[in-house]
């Protein structure tokens, strides 16, 4: 068989990020917008946690001031100068397939081409999304359903766990995200912008309080099978679940092995060795969950958000090192010249 050029199996890689972070974002809004609704926390301490969590605040502060719901939704669904808006994503994950058209199935082209086109339709409509629950459980419905597509019609060689490395992968860095609420989820005079007044009623009132733990599983999907292997809900068992499982797929740990399987599927390599700067970080960072323990995590100088900061630093790292090895060009070589 052929190798697959680095273009082609960059676009199948990132069109999946790209479709898994469009989901990833529409569970993390829901949730929010469910907490919103039962008025259970602060609403600007909840909307400037969402933006927060995805690491876009400076540019959100900077255009928006302080969040609100109207705001935040339009900026993570619809902002076309928001690089991972949800319709930037799509937009971006469409191209990709459209590039590699023959690399994937008809049906994976229809629910990509049909995810884009529904999520246009919904940013080109005037004020403010009229039921954004609908929109957003959609949104978790199309990226679901193209996940399914992928592996039901597409021969599961190197340009499928190409998609499967890059959803996985994707998939661990916003579960981290998600769980770092404690972090995130701070005050809202914690986390507005430093030229922002915040209103006088606010400005007084008690912003600080518990982190509901159940809504952090809420945001990975991960309630029902937590309740099925811990039953009571406490932030260790939360943290442990969300990290270190293995059976759990949207479970980090659980999402680093089986985007490992698959570059090493993709290189031939033999776990536990590596012939590649991909291998090497993939295959050190999993070894970390494998051994990890959640109580030292917990217990650690810099806690669990330390813990975490560190882990996407060791994510982006073999990120990195996915597009050294099989997607970044290099010069070629200039021909030796001839002895004179």
Same mark, same amino acid.
């Given at each position: 068989? /052929?190798?697959?050029?680095?273009?082609?199996?960059?676009?199948?890689?990132?069109?999946?990020? #790209?479709?898994?972070? %469009?989901?990833?974002?529409?569970?993390?809004?829901?949730?929010?917008?469910?907490?919103?609704?039962?008025?259970? /926390?602060?609403? $600007?301490?909840?909307?400037?946690?969402?933006?927060?969590?995805?690491?876009?605040?400076?540019?959100?502060?900077?255009?928006? $001031?302080?969040?609100?719901?109207?705001?935040?939704?339009?900026? !993570?669904?619809?902002?076309?100068?928001?690089?991972?808006?949800?319709?930037?994503?799509?937009?971006? %994950?469409?191209?990709?397939?459209?590039?590699?058209?023959?690399?994937?199935?008809?049906?994976?082209?229809?629910?990509?081409?049909?995810?884009?086109? +529904?999520?246009?339709?919904?940013?080109?409509?005037?004020?403010?999304?009229?039921?954004?629950? +609908?929109?957003?459980?959609?949104?978790?419905? %199309?990226?679901? !359903?193209?996940?399914?597509?992928?592996?039901?019609?597409?021969?599961?060689?190197?340009?499928?766990?190409?998609?499967?490395?890059?959803?996985?992968?994707?998939? *661990?860095?916003?579960?981290?995200?998600?769980? &770092?609420?404690?972090?995130?989820?701070?005050?809202?005079?914690?986390?507005?912008?430093?030229?922002?007044?915040?209103?006088?009623? &606010?400005?007084?009132?008690? !912003?600080?309080?518990?982190?509901?733990?159940?809504?952090?599983?809420?945001?990975?999907?991960?309630?029902?099978?937590?309740?099925?292997?811990?039953?009571?809900?406490?932030?260790?068992?939360?943290?442990?679940?969300?990290?270190?499982?293995? +059976?759990?797929?949207?479970?980090?740990?659980?999402?680093?092995?089986?985007?490992?399987?698959?570059?090493?599927?993709?290189?031939?390599?033999?776990?536990?060795?590596?012939?590649?700067? *991909?291998?090497? #970080?993939?295959?050190?960072?999993? *070894?970390?969950?494998?051994?990890?323990?959640?109580?030292?995590?917990?217990?650690?100088?810099?806690?669990?958000?330390?813990?975490?900061?560190?882990?996407?630093?060791?994510?982006?790292? %073999?990120?990195?090192?996915?597009?050294?090895?099989?997607?970044?060009?290099?010069?070629?070589?200039?021909?030796?010249?001839?002895?004179?």
């Amino acid at each position: 068989m /052929m190798p697959m050029l680095s273009r082609v199996a960059e676009s199948i890689y990132w069109m999946n990020r #790209q479709i898994e972070r %469009a989901e990833n974002i529409a569970r993390a809004t829901e949730t929010t917008l469910d907490m919103a609704i039962e008025g259970t /926390m602060h609403p $600007g301490r909840l909307w400037n946690g969402l933006v927060c969590t995805f690491g876009d605040q400076a540019d959100f502060w900077q255009r928006h $001031g302080l969040a609100d719901q109207p705001h935040v939704i339009q900026f !993570l669904a619809f902002d076309r100068e928001n690089p991972n808006s949800i319709v930037n994503c799509l937009a971006q %994950a469409r191209e990709n397939a459209r590039t590699v058209r023959e690399m994937i199935s008809t049906t994976m082209w229809q629910e990509i081409n049909r995810f884009y086109l +529904e999520v246009r339709g919904a940013s080109g409509s005037r004020g403010e999304l009229e039921n954004p629950l +609908e929109f957003l459980t959609e949104v978790k419905r %199309a990226s679901q !359903l193209i996940t399914g597509a992928t592996d039901a019609t597409m021969a599961h060689g190197e340009a499928w766990h190409f998609a499967r490395m890059g959803r996985l992968i994707e998939r *661990a860095d916003k579960t981290s995200r998600v769980l &770092d609420v404690e972090h995130f989820f701070r005050p809202a005079t914690e986390l507005m912008p430093a030229d922002a007044e915040a209103d006088g009623e &606010d400005a007084d009132d008690e !912003l600080t309080g518990p982190i509901d733990w159940s809504s952090v599983l809420e945001s990975a999907s991960a309630l029902e099978m937590y309740r099925k292997q811990h039953g009571r809900i406490s932030r260790r068992n939360v943290a442990e679940f969300l990290l270190l499982d293995r +059976e759990f797929p949207r479970a980090v740990h659980f999402s680093l092995m089986k985007a490992e399987e698959s570059l090493l599927a993709i290189t031939g390599g033999m776990k536990g060795t590596y012939s590649t700067t *991909a291998e090497q #970080q993939m295959g050190r960072l999993r *070894a970390e969950l494998d051994y990890g323990a959640v109580d030292e995590i917990l217990s650690g100088s810099h806690g669990l958000h330390g813990f975490i900061d560190y882990l996407q630093g060791r994510l982006n790292a %073999a990120s990195d090192a996915v597009h050294e090895t099989f997607f970044a060009t290099r010069p070629a070589a200039r021909p030796a010249e001839p002895p004179r």
